[in-house]
């Protein structure tokens, strides 16, 4: 499984130009898959508790889930940055953008939290109990489910008529691929 993502997709919604490119829609669904497959690792984690996976599968976890805030390091947090996606004088563009902003917000910390809960995992001495660890499992891939679901909402919210008829089609498979998962998890 590959868990590294292209580094973070720009998507210019109010832009002056008549079409958003369908190679940046691609990218950022690539990199919701690529998310979305750590998301469906974590979460067989949490079923598996108190079973942890093996130490190296660990620490690649830990590892991906570290891009998601560690700014400084050599893999690249897959959020755009979100200053550049927006006119702030559109008010639903500004609160749209601000929203999507807070729940990427809120993942990267439930992540850094989550890779501090799992490499003390290792050392039974500092290991969390399996509920606490498994409630912060499913903060992370909820949330982060979640937050690719506003993200891609918003871009089909915002982009209006700008997205191609392939672009918004493949919006609109993401998320109902993701819904359809959920469903099917939850009967």
């Known amino acids: 499984m590959n868990l590294q993502w292209s580094g973070g997709t720009v998507v210019p919604l109010t832009s002056r130009s008549n079409?958003?490119?369908e190679d940046d829609i691609l990218r950022l669904v690539d990199d919701h898959r690529h998310l979305g497959e750590l998301c469906d690792l974590l979460e067989c984690?949490?079923?598996?508790l108190p079973t942890l996976?093996?130490?190296?599968v660990v620490e690649k976890i830990c590892d991906a889930l570290a891009g998601l805030y560690d700014q400084g390091g050599a893999t690249a947090s897959p959020y755009?940055?979100?200053t550049a996606l927006y006119d702030a004088a559109d008010p639903l563009a500004a609160v749209?953008?601000?929203h999507v902003r807070a729940r990427h917000?809120?993942?990267a910390t439930h992540a850094e939290d989550l890779v501090d809960a799992l490499r003390g995992s290792l050392n039974m001495a500092e290991r969390p109990s399996p509920n606490m660890l498994g409630y912060m499992l499913r903060c992370f891939f909820?949330?982060?489910?979640?937050?690719m679901d506003c993200e891609e909402l918003a871009i089909?919210?915002?982009?209006?008529h700008r997205l191609t008829q392939a672009a918004r089609s493949v919006l609109i498979d993401s998320l109902r691929g993701r819904a359809s998962r959920r469903r099917f998890a939850s009967t």
């Open 19 to 21: 079409e958003i490119p």
């Open 45 to 48: 984690c949490a079923d598996e």
């Open 53 to 56: 996976p093996p130490a190296p």
């Open 80 to 82: 755009p940055d979100v």
């Open 96 to 98: 749209l953008i601000e």
């Open 105 to 107: 917000l809120a993942d």
């Open 142 to 147: 909820d949330g982060c489910r979640q937050a």
């Open 156 to 160: 089909l919210a915002l982009a209006r």
